[in-house]
């Protein structure tokens, strides 16, 4: 009967220290060389790879098992550590092996679909059908691991700040919060319908209602919106709420959060305060409420030098209430070639942008299509405000502030990542406030929330709801990170009457309001106290402390950029007996 084996240490926990000691290891073979009196075997496990000796003059009935073994086989070993005469620098094991005394082959394996190493050129949709091996990978289970490591030290720092951790339904009342809702519906309910949260908002007010006063959970929030990099239908909030505090209590709470994610992750060390600027500096320097700082090119407004210009394309947009603004690829100028520019203008007109008009500044003096549009003083003033000098490259749009604003912004990240100048282990976090409590839109002829309908006005700003309500500023804010917004929350009204008020700006009637809002409301009755709060965005948080660009690195079975799941088929189809159930008839177009 072979003898069973019990795990003493894990493969990348032994050191020097450990030489000459007998250990017992468990984990997959990554690969097997033989070379013929000897066999060796990589063998891995989450913490890393040691090198496992099956020699014949040791052990040859481990031998002859250990002939058998093929990559992802499972397998327990024994043996005695030595220091290896042929030293691996390149990994953190690379100077000692083990010398098998015994094998144990725990699970054989098929050949893998994908391979089990960093470096595989397999697509991601592959690599999700089969996500639990693509898990297997080093990179992949250190992402996980940091993720495990941020949530600790989240929870370690709100406990000690006095928040109390509690949990919020996820099935619950559709309401308008921006987001499509998921909903469910009910069978006991026929023709009802719950939906799941886009955040835990409602209830966390109310939870400060309830008198809980510092409240956070790490929770699942679900939105129904188009997908990208850094977006997924289900993702993870670190979500927090406190009483009796204004813009400046919740963010300094959260820059020390932060700091101390940065320092027990990356030990890396955020300097506090962090930066703050206004919505509205943050779109005119680098037209985005999530800012880049990383590198320039920041914009400027050429709008007054140009109002009079030939160039008509300028006049008329300034003329007409528009801007024209331009950004300053300095010194990158020759990196830039007549293609190049004709490739960037194609990349603004995708923002809305009908065209780029640029100039470069040359040796020989400017090159530029749109100079002899330009008086010698026109053309002067343009270079001034941009600050230009030899080697520079000027890029403009002309448009409604709006698209202006998205087309350069987004231009001038584009450029940084077609330099190669954005710098991974740098990290530049700022605040944004101040942002714009509504905004219009025109096709639907009303205001919606910028954030949500729950965010608190600026004091002074009150009056202009029934003026000017496009003037009011918010006590909103959000929390930048490398141009992602990391985090966003809000100080939220807790007066019945202001809140109504709001919500007849955004076009509800008192009905609507209580219908959708009411048992909100009710509670606002009964003695609420001034509260605001956040939601950092942990999946954008982590993709961030490991250095990817894409959200799907750090969520063990996410799904794509069609929402759907490789790995489990879903969404499926409901058989008729479950429809039958829910009252739900299916509509085919």
């Known amino acids: 009967m072979t003898e069973k084996l019990k795990r003493s240490h894990m493969c990348g926990t032994l050191t020097g220290g450990n030489v000459d000691s007998t250990v017992t290891l468990m984990g997959w073979v990554q690969k097997r060389r033989d070379l013929g009196g000897l066999i060796f075997v ?27 073994l093929g990559s992802e086989y499972v397998i327990a070993i024994r043996g005695k550590v030595y220091v290896r005469q042929s030293i691996n620098p390149n990994i953190p094991t690379g100077e000692i092996e083990v010398f098998a005394e015994c094998l144990e082959i725990l699970n054989k394996s098929e050949t893998p679909p994908i391979y ?22 080093p990179s992949m289970q250190k992402n996980l691991m940091i993720r495990h490591e941020t949530t600790n030290a989240v929870r370690s720092f709100l406990a000690e700040e006095g928040f109390i951790e509690m949990e919020t339904p996820v099935l619950s009342k559709t309401t308008p919060e921006g987001a499509r809702d998921y909903l469910v519906p009910s069978r006991v309910n026929p023709g009802k319908f719950y939906a799941l949260p886009q955040s835990p908002q409602l209830f966390k007010q109310l939870l400060m209602v309830s008198g809980m006063d510092r409240y956070f959970q790490i929770v699942k929030c679900f939105r129904d919106e188009d997908l990208r990099a850094d977006r997924q239908p289900e993702f993870t909030q670190i979500d927090c709420e406190m009483s009796f505090v204004d813009v400046e209590d919740v963010i300094e709470v959260n820059e020390r959060l932060l700091k101390k994610v940065f320092k027990d992750v990356l030990n890396i060390d955020l300097q506090l305060p962090l930066q703050q600027i206004t919505y509205k500096e943050a779109m005119e320097r680098f037209g985005s409420d999530k800012p880049d700082l990383r590198f320039g090119f920041e914009l400027f407004d050429v709008s007054a030098a140009v109002k009079d210009s030939q160039f008509k394309v300028f006049s008329s947009t300034v003329e007409k209430g528009g801007s024209v603004r331009g950004i300053n690829a300095s010194g990158y100028g020759d990196s830039f070639s007549r293609k190049d520019i004709t490739s960037l203008e194609e990349f603004a007109k995708t923002y809305g942008a009908k065209g780029l008009a640029w100039i470069k500044v040359t040796e020989e003096g400017v090159t530029s299509p749109i100079a002899k549009f330009l008086s010698e003083e026109e053309l002067n003033e343009i270079l001034k405000i941009g600050k230009a000098k030899k080697g520079d490259l000027l890029l403009f749009v002309a448009d409604e502030n709006n698209v202006v604003f998205d087309s350069l912004g987004h231009l001038r990240v584009e450029i940084a990542k077609r330099l190669e100048i954005l710098n991974k282990d740098e990290y530049k976090a700022l605040w944004v406030t101040e942002f714009p409590l509504l905004e219009y839109d025109q096709e639907e002829n009303r205001y919606f929330a910028k954030h949500h309908p729950f965010t608190s006005p600026m004091d002074q700003d009150i009056p202009l709801l029934d003026t000017n309500p496009e ?20 100080i939220r009204i807790h007066s019945s009457q202001l809140q ?21 409301l009710d509670a606002f009755k009964y003695g609420t106290p001034p509260h605001g709060g956040i939601a950092l965005g942990l999946d954008r948080l982590v993709m961030l402390l490991v250095k990817e660009d894409n959200i799907r690195q750090v969520i063990a079975f996410p799904k794509t950029q069609n929402a759907t799941c490789p790995l489990t088929n879903a969404p499926s189809e409901a058989d008729a007996e479950q429809l039958e159930e829910l009252s739900i008839d299916i509509k085919v177009e």
């Open 116 to 137: 089990i190493k960093d470096d595989d050129d397999v697509s991601e949709n592959l690599r999700l059908k089969y996500r639990y091996l693509d898990l297997r990978k």
């Open 42 to 68: 990589d063998l891995r496990d989450r913490t890393g790879i040691m090198q496992i000796v099956f020699d014949k003059d040791i052990s040859e009935e481990a031998f002859k098992r250990a002939e058998e």
């Open 471 to 490: 003037l009011v500023r918010a006590k909103a804010y959000d929390v930048v990170i490398n141009g992602y917004e990391i985090g966003g929350g809000s």
């Open 500 to 520: 109504e008020k709001v919500f007849e700006v955004l076009g509800f009637s008192k009905e609507e309001a209580w219908d959708k809002f009411g048992f909100l």
